[in-house]
C-alpha cells in the first residue's frame, strides 16, 4: 500500500523536481491547458475505442456542420470581398503605375492573408461559437460527468470529432473563398463595368487576370494554402472545447464561455497568422538577395 | 480486503473543490494541493466507509448534507481534497483518480435528474456506452437494449428524445443504461424521486433481483428511508459532515440517537397510530 508520501511525489530526485515543476508551471496556465487538451485528443484518435465507421460517421457530421452550412454566407462575402479587392487594386496599381504587380498584390491580398484570415473569422463565428454552446450546455446538464462515468471519453467522443472535422472544412472552405473571390469577384467587376458603362476605366480580361495571378503564385503559397487553415481550423476547434469544458456549473456562464471562445479564437488566429508570416519575410529576403 | 466493493479512508472534501468538471485539466502531483485546512470550509471531513462486495448500502441525511457530493466523489467526478479510496481493493491515487479510471472498474452511477444525452433517442442512450466499448456484436447489444427497456418499461418509448420523456420515465432510462453496462458497483442518486407509487414498487424488485442475481453492489442516496426497510439492507447517514456506522432500519428507528430523533419521527408516529 503507498503511504502518503510517495503519492505526494515528495521524494523526487532534484531533475526530477525540476521536470515536475517545469510541467506544473506549464498547465497552469491557459495555453498550456489549450495544448494539452490539442495533444489528448489527437491521442484519443488512437485509443483502443476506435471504431472506423463511427469515427468517421462523427467527423463526416462535423465536417458538414462546420463547413458546408456556412457556404451561403461564405460565398456571398467571399465575392463581394473579392470584387472590392480586384476593382481597388487594379484601378490604383493602374493610376500609380505598376500594372504589372497586379497578380503579385492579388495573391498577397486574397490568398495569402485575408482569405484564410476571414474563413477563420467566419467559421469561428458561427461554428467555433456553436460549438462551445453545444458542450457547454452539455457540462451544465451534467452530461459530460454521465458520459464520463459511463466509461465514454469526452474528449474522444466530443472534442476529437469536432477538431478533425474543423480542420477538414477549414482547408476546403479557405480554397473555396480565395476560388470565389477571385473567380465570382472577376465576374461581379465585369458586371459593375456594363452596369456602369465603365466609369472607373478599367481594362480587365480574364486572361490577363488569371496570367497574372498564376505567374505570381509560389510554391511557399501553396504550402501555406494547406498549412494556415489546418492550423487555425485547429485553434478554432480546441479553443472552443476548452472554453466549453471549463465552465462552471452556472448556466450564465456559457454565453460567457461563448465570447469567450469567439474572441480569443480571433486573437489566437491572428497571432498565429503573424507566426506564420515571418517564414513569407524570410522566403522574401532570400528573393531580395537573388536579385541583388 | 479481498472481498470489498469500495472503502473510504479519511475522505475530506472543501467547497471550493466542488466547481467544474475538469475534464481539459490534466492532472499532476500536487496539482491542487492547499494550504489551509480549514474545517470550516469543508463539505465532508473524515467520511470511513467499507462496502463488502453484494452488499446494498443506503446513504440518508437531511438535505444540503452533501449526501450527492459523496457519491459523486466515489465516481470520481469530484475528487476530495485529502483522504484515499480503494475499489476492489484496489488503491488509485489522487491523480489518476478521474470519473474514466473509475468507470474502468464497473462503477456506474444513475444522476439525480438522469443526465441523458438530449440529442439522441432513448434507445442510443441506451445503446452509446455498449457501442463505444463494443461489448459484443450488434445482434447481442440489440438484444441487451431490449432486454434493459422491458426491465424497466420504457420498451414503447424507444423512439422518442429524452425532451419527450417525463422526469420519472427519464430516470428510469438512465436506470436502464446503468443496468446495461453490467456494473459490479451501481452509485443511484435518489432512484425513487420523481417515481409515482407504481415504478417505485417496480424498481424496488429490480434492485433486488440485480444483487440477487448479478451481485451487483449498490449504493443508493436516498430521502425515502422506507426504501431501506423493503431492501432490507443497512444504513448509515451522513450527519455533521462524516458518515455514519451502517446499521439496520430498526437500530435507527428504535434508537435514541440525534438521527433517529430528527428523521424517524414520522416513522415512529406512524407506527405508534397502527
Known sequence: MPTNKQVKGQNLSLPGKLFHSLGLAILKRPMGQLLALFFRAIASLFSKNRSFKTDSKNIIMQTFFTGVEIFPVLFVVATLFGTVAIIEVVTMMGKMGFGNNIGDLIVIVIIRELGPILTAFLIAGRSGSSLTTYIGTMVINSEVDALATMGVDPIRFLVMPGLIGGCIAMFFMNIIFSTCAIVFGFLVTKGAIFVTGNMLNIQLTWDFLATEIIGAITLTDFIFIIIKPIVFGMIITTNACYQALNIQKDVRQVPKATSRSVIKSFLYVVIADVILSIFYFVDYMNSINSLI | ?274
Not at chain 2, 8 to 33: N, V
Not at chain 2, 78 to 99: D, N, Q, W
Open chain 2, 1 to 274: 480486503m479481498l472481498d470489498e466493493a469500495l472503502r473510504l479512508e479519511d475522505i475530506h472534501l472543501s467547497y471550493k473543490d466542488l466547481a467544474g468538471t475538469m475534464f481539459s485539466r490534466p492532472r499532476a502531483l500536487d496539482f491542487f494541493s492547499k494550504d489551509d485546512d480549514d474545517p470550516q470550509n469543508e463539505l465532508v471531513s473524515g467520511a470511513n466507509l467499507i462496502v463488502k462486495k453484494g452488499e446494498t448500502l443506503c446513504i440518508g441525511g437531511g438535505s444540503g448534507q452533501g449526501k450527492s457530493t459523496l457519491l459523486r466523489i466515489m465516481a470520481g467526478l469530484v475528487r476530495p481534497s485529502k483522504g484515499s479510496i480503494y475499489y476492489f481493493g484496489e488503491y488509485i491515487p489522487p491523480e489518476r483518480l478521474t470519473a474514466l479510471e473509475v468507470a474502468k472498474r464497473q462503477v456506474g452511477l444513475v444522476f439525480q435528474n438522469g443526465a441523458l444525452i438530449s440529442n439522441m433517442r432513448v434507445r442510443d442512450n441506451i445503446a452509446l456506452p455498449l457501442r463505444y466499448h463494443k461489448m459484443g456484436s450488434p445482434a447481442e447489444i440489440e438484444e441487451k437494449i431490449n432486454m434493459a427497456m422491458d426491465l424497466m418499461r420504457v420498451r414503447d418509448e424507444a423512439g422518442l428524445f429524452p425532451h419527450q420523456l417525463s422526469a420519472g420515465m427519464q430516470k428510469r432510462v438512465a436506470i436502464a443504461r446503468s443496468w446495461a453496462m453490467d456494473p459490479k458497483l451501481l452509485l443511484m442518486d435518489e432512484p425513487t424521486a420523481g417515481l409515482d407509487n407504481y415504478n417505485r414498487r417496480n424498481l424496488l424488485p429490480l434492485i433486488d433481483n440485480m444483487r440477487m442475481l448479478f451481485k451487483t453492489t449498490i449504493i443508493i442516496v436516498t430521502h425515502d428511508l422506507m426504501m431501506a426497510k423493503e431492501l432490507n439492507c443497512n444504513l448509515c447517514f451522513l450527519h455533521h459532515k462524516t458518515l455514519t456506522e451502517p446499521r439496520s432500519f430498526n437500530y435507527w428507528l428504535n434508537s435514541d440517537t440525534e438521527i433517529s430523533r430528527d428523521l424517524f419521527r414520522d416513522l415512529r408516529s406512524q407506527k405508534n397510530n397502527m
